[in-house]
């Protein structure tokens, strides 16, 4: 690997998919040749899935202009989910490679991007609920 390039931190984006899967693995390896840190963050790629997947009363909530309870709702199935699975696959890949007793330290690094997700959320609500 050219010496010039190093990473410190790759930002890995997964919405639970096999592909998203493989891109964690390569980030993995990548931060490995590195020293690099690993930051997973959740995403969705269709938005019309994500209005089809929130409650009634949260798309009309959305529709109205307001969408508080629609952001709250996203948030909220998107946690749910991110916290089930990336345990998990945190807990498979330390054991995988090795790490030994680095979960809770690679636990603390997703903290930021969970953060930047609310911070989107939040920018769709608004952006949403201005277009009155």
């Known amino acids: 690997m050219n010496d010039s390039i190093r ?11 096999s592909s998203a899967e493989a891109a964690l693995r390569q980030a993995i390896w990548l931060a490995r040749l590195n020293g690099a840190k690993i930051v997973v963050a959740h995403s969705s790629p269709d938005f019309k899935t994500v209005v089809h997947r929130a409650s009634y009363k949260a798309r009309m909530d959305l529709l109205e202009g307001e969408g508080k309870l629609f952001e709250r709702e996203v948030r909220q199935q998107s946690d749910t989910k991110f916290n089930m699975v990336a345990i998990l696959n945190i807990v498979a890949v330390c054991s995988v490679l090795g790490l ?7 636990l603390k690094q997703t903290v930021e991007p969970m953060l ?17």
């Open 7 to 17: 990473y410190n931190r790759i930002l890995v984006a997964t919405d639970f998919s």
């Open 100 to 106: 030994g007793n680095r979960e809770g330290e690679i």
């Open 116 to 132: 930047l997700y609310g911070v989107i959320a939040a920018l769709m609500s608004l952006a949403f609920s201005g277009s009155n």
